[in-house]
């Protein structure tokens, strides 16, 4: 599921770079910073997904996501390919 698209796994206990997370989301993005700023963006418009990763001690200018705010994520958001499914259009 998770596993097929994107690089790691979800479920284990290793930190995420956000570069990582980024890609698959957004790999309409050719430059890494700009898929990151969207991710960014995103998440801050997504009020719960935000308020949980507040919580979980979120800091936009972090390189990584503590395994518990990638599974938030995933959570929220589903796989990268649900989510880009579900906003084509934006």
């Known amino acids: 599921m998770i596993e097929k698209d ?10 995420i770079r956000v570069s990582e997370i980024a890609k698959a989301y957004f790999p309409d993005y050719q430059k890494t910073q ?10 801050r418009e997504s009020k ?5 990763l507040l919580e979980a001690d ?3 200018k972090s390189l990584y996501f503590t395994p518990i705010q990638a599974k938030l994520i995933f959570y929220y958001w589903g796989t990268p390919e649900a989510y880009k499914a579900k906003h084509a259009k934006d």
């Open 6 to 15: 994107l690089s790691f796994s979800p479920d284990n206990n290793t930190c």
């Open 58 to 60: 979120y800091n936009e």
């Open 48 to 52: 719960m997904l935000y308020e949980k």
């Open 34 to 43: 700009s898929a990151m700023q969207m991710l960014r963006k995103r998440i």
